[in-house]
C-alpha cells in the first residue's frame, strides 16, 4: 500500500470516525483515499481554522481525539490558531498536513512552509514523516500520544512522496512507541491531604480544567458535599460540578465572583485540582490566597510550582486523585467543626447575586444570558467566541454538566465557538447546541455558516451583537482614559442577511421579552438559525481585576452590588 | 546566575535538537554552550545554561516532559 494508504489505516483502527479539513495539492493522496472510505466521514470547512476548531469541539465534548487536515503552506498555517488553541487548553487533537516532495523542502517550492518548525512549540508532540513505512506506526502512535497523560494537539506533516510511495503494512508487528508513565502516589499522601483538609477552619475547593478533562466532576461533586466545603471553577471546569448546585460558587479571576474572589483570599486552605493558576486566575501572585496551604494536584509534573509556590504537590490525574481522597475520608470521621467560614461565605454568595433581569434596550447581555437560561436545554451544548458575551456566558450561564460549556480558556480565540459548534454538534447530533456568539467574533469565522448549512449540521447561534469589541471598549475605557480605537464597526453589516445569503435562517431581537421566543423557535427548527440579538454597549458590565492587579480589588461593573468583605474582617 | 549542565538523551528523529533548543528559546532562557552527538538510536545532547533555581527547574521539567526525551541528568 502507500503510505496515505498506510495514514488512514491507522485512523481507521484508532477508531476515527470523522475527519475536518479543507484538500489542496500536497494533501491529494491522503484525500483519494478518504475517497473510498465510506467509514471516515469528511466535513469539508470553509477554513482551516475552522477545521482546527471543529475538531476541537468534537473532541471537548467527546474526549475522543478530534481530527483535522490541510494541506500544505497556507493551508497549514491556517491551522496554526487553532492548534495553538488546543494546545492551551489540552485538548486532543491529531492534525494532518499535506507537505511538498522531500527533495523540494528548503527549495522555497510552492505552497512550501515549514509547518513542523512552526507547530513545534504549539504542539505537545510532531512529526515529519521521513519514509513510507512510518505512516502507520506514526498514526497510531499521535493518537496515543494525545491522549495519554495531559493531552494535547499532535501534528504530522506528510510530504507528499512519503504519502504516495509503497510500503508493506505488517499490523500484527505493530505495538505503540512507549510513554512515559505518571508517577504512582502512595496512600499516605492521599490520607495527609485528608487531615488538611479535616483539620482546616477555611477549606476551598478550586476546580480546573482537568477535572473536566478527567471526567472526575462526579468525584469534585462528591468530595465538596463531604466536606461541605465551596467550590470555585476555572473558565474549564464550568460544569464539572452543576454551577447550580448550592456548594457551587462560580468563576474566580479576572472577571470572577466578587464572593469567589474574597473567599480564596481568606482561605486557609486550598486544594486545587488540574489548573495551571494562569494569570487571569491569580490575578497579583503575592495576593493569592495569601494565608492558604495550596495543595496543588495536576497530571502535569511541571505545573506543579510554575506559578504558584505549592505546600504539598502531586501529580495524577484529577479522577484518580479525587477518587483516592475520597476513598481515604470515608475512613475517617470528619469532626464537627465550627463552620464560620462557610456561613460568611454563603452570605457574601447572597449578597453577591445581582439583578440580570432587565426591560433596557438595546439588551443587557446578562439579561440575554438570563433569558437564555429559562429555556436552554438541560442537554444542550453551549460553545462560546471570546469577548464580553463569554464572560458573561462564564459568569451567568448555568451548566449542569462537564463537556456542555466548550470555550476558547487559554488561548482566547476570537471564532472559537461557531466551527467548535459545527465539531459538538457532529459529536453529539442528538443535542441542541448554540453558540452563544458576539459579532466581533462571528464575523471572523462566519463562512462556517456555509459549512454548517451544506453538511447540514443544525446549530444556533445567539448573536450579542453590540457593534464592536466589548471587551477591548472596557480596557480602553478603564486603562487607556477612554480613548477608543478600533472598536466599533459593523453598523452596515446585517447579520440576518449575511446567515441568509448561505441557506441559515435568521431573526433579530431587539427586546429583551422576544428573546426566549426566538431562541426556542431557533433551537426547533433544527437548521442553521442565527438570532441577532441587539446587545447595549456595556462598558463595564462585569467585575473587573486589572491584569496583575488583586484579585480581590475589583472594579465593579455598573449593575455589580458592592459586596463588603467586612465578615472576613472579623477574623 | 551560576552556570548548569545537563545531560539530555532523546531519540534521534526530526527536530530532535529544535525540541530541547525552544523550551530556552521561548521563554528567554539564555544557552553558554550545546554539544549534541548521535548515540545509536538516540542523541545525547550536553545543554549549559546560565540558571537560578527557578530557570533549573523549569528546564529540567520541560526536558522530562518532551515526549522523546529518554533520560535528563542534571549536574552543576
Known amino acids: 500500500m502507500n503510505g496515505a494508504r498506510g495514514v488512514v489505516e491507522g485512523l481507521l483502527d484508532e477508531k476515527a470516525e470523522v475527519i475536518f479539513g479543507i484538500p489542496g495539492g500536497a494533501a491529494l493522496p491522503i484525500y483519494d483515499e478518504f475517497h473510498k472510505e465510506p467509514n471516515l466521514r469528511h466535513i469539508h470547512m470553509m477554513h482551516e481554522q475552522g477545521a482546527a476548531h471543529a475538531a476541537e469541539g468534537y473532541s471537548r465534548v467527546l474526549g475522543k481525539v478530534g481530527l483535522c487536515m490541510g494541506t500544505s503552506g497556507p493551508g497549514a498555517t491556517n491551522l496554526v490558531t ?28 510552492f505552497q512550501e512552509t515549514d509547518t513542523f518548525g512552526i507547530t513545534l512549540p504549539i504542539t505537545k508532540h510532531n512529526f515529519r514523516l521521513s519514509k513510507s513505512e512510518d505512516a502507520y506506526q506514526n498514526t497510531r502512535d499521535a493518537f496515543n500520544i494525545s491522549l495519554s497523560g495531559r493531552p494535547g494537539p499532535v501534528l504530522i506533516d506528510l510530504p507528499k512522496d512519503t504519502m504516495v510511495g509503497e510500503f508493506e503494512l505488517n499490523k500484527e508487528q505493530f505495538k505503540y512507541t512507549q510513554l512515559k508513565a505518571l508517577p504512582q502516589n502512595s496512600n499516605e499522601v492521599f490520607s495527609k491531604v485528608v487531615d488538611l483538609l479535616f483539620n ?40 464539572a460540578i452543576p454551577t447550580t448546585h448550592p456548594l457551587s460558587l462560580g468563576q474566580i479571576g479576572m472577571h470572577g465572583r466578587q464572593v469567589v474572589n474574597h473567599s480564596i483570599a481568606n482561605c486557609d486552605l486550598l486544594l486545587a485540582v488540574g489548573t495551571r493558576f494562569s494569570d487571569r486566575i491569580t490575578g497579583n501572585l503575592e495576593a493569592f490566597a495569601p494565608n492558604a496551604k495550596i495543595i496543588h494536584i495536576d497530571i502535569d509534573a511541571t505545573e506543579l510550582g510554575k506559578n504558584v509556590p505549592f505546600h504539598m504537590g502531586i501529580v495524577s490525574d484529577a479522577k484518580t486523585a479525587l477518587q483516592s481522597i475520597l476513598a481515604v475520608a470515608a475512613q475517617k470521621k470528619l469532626q464537627g467543626k465550627d463552620n464560620l467560614f462557610r456561613q460568611r461565605v454563603k452570605a457574601l454568595d447572597v449578597e453577591c447575586r445581582c439583578n440580570i433581569a432587565s426591560d433596557d434596550t438595546p439588551i443587557r447581555p446578562e439579561t440575554i444570558i438570563k433569558e437564555i437560561n429559562e429555556i436552554l436545554p438541560e442537554n444542550a451544548i453551549v460553545t462560546t467566541e471570546v469577548g464580553h458575551h463569554q464572560m458573561f456566558a462564564t459568569h451567568f450561564l448555568k451548566v449542569k454538566n462537564p463537556r456542555h460549556f466548550l470555550t476558547s480558556a487559554g488561548a482566547g480565540t476570537m471564532g472559537f465557538g461557531l466551527p467548535a459548534a459545527i465539531g459538538a454538534k457532529v459529536a453529539a447530533p442528538d443535542q441542541p447546541v448554540i453558540d452563544i456568539s458576539g459579532d466581533g467574533s462571528l464575523i471572523m469565522v462566519c463562512q462556517e455558516i456555509a459549512t454548517a448549512v451544506e453538511n447540514d449540521i443544525p446549530l444556533t447561534i445567539a448573536l450579542f451583537n453590540n457593534g464592536g469589541y466589548g471587551i477591548v471598549q472596557q480596557w480602553q475605557k478603564e486603562f487607556y482614559e477612554g480613548r ?36 426556542k423557535q431557533a433551537i426547533m427548527s433544527d437548521k442553521v438559525f442565527l438570532v441577532d440579538i441587539a446587545t447595549s454597549t456595556v462598558d463595564n458590565g462585569m467585575p473587573l481585576v486589572p491584569p496583575l492587579g488583586k484579585n480581590t480589588e475589583m472594579l465593579l461593573g455598573q449593575h455589580c452590588p458592592l459586596v463588603n468583605p467586612r465578615y472576613f474582617d472579623a477574623e | 546566575m551560576q552556570n548548569k549542565k545537563v545531560i ?4 534521534d528523529s526530526v527536530g530532535a535538537l529544535p525540541r530541547i533548543i525552544q523550551i530556552f528559546a521561548r521563554r528567554g532562557f539564555a544557552i553558554e554552550e550545546v554539544h549534541a552527538k548521535t548515540i545509536g538510536e538516540n542523541k545525547e545532547v550536553i545543554i549549559i545554561f546560565p540558571a ?21 541528568k542534571d549536574e552543576v
Open chain 2, 52 to 72: 537560578d533555581e527557578y530557570i533549573q527547574k523549569i528546564v529540567l521539567g520541560q526536558l522530562n516532559k518532551l515526549v522523546d526525551s529518554i533520560e535528563v
Open chain 1, 82 to 109: 487553532g492548534i495553538a488553541d488546543a494546545f492551551m487548553d489540552s485538548v486532543p487533537i491529531v492534525a494532518l498536513t499535506g507537505q511538498v516532495p522531500t527533495k523540494l523542502l528548503g527549495k522555497d517550492a
Open chain 2, 8 to 11: 539530555v538523551t532523546i531519540k
Open chain 1, 200 to 239: 482546616a477552619e477555611r477549606p476551598m475547593i478550586l476546580a480546573g480544567g482537568g477535572v473536566t478533562i478527567a471526567n472526575a466532576g462526579l468525584e469534585l461533586t462528591k468530595l465538596a458535599e463531604l466536606l461541605r466545603c465551596y467550590v470555585a471553577t476555572t473558565i474549564t471546569a464550568r460544569g
Open chain 1, 484 to 519: 477608543k480605537i478600533a472598536v466599533e464597526f459593523g453598523k452596515h453589516t446585517d447579520f440576518v442577511k449575511l446567515a441568509q445569503s448561505m441557506g441559515a435562517e435568521g431573526i433579530k431581537v431587539e427586546r429583551p421579552s422576544e428573546i426566549q421566543e426566538a431562541m
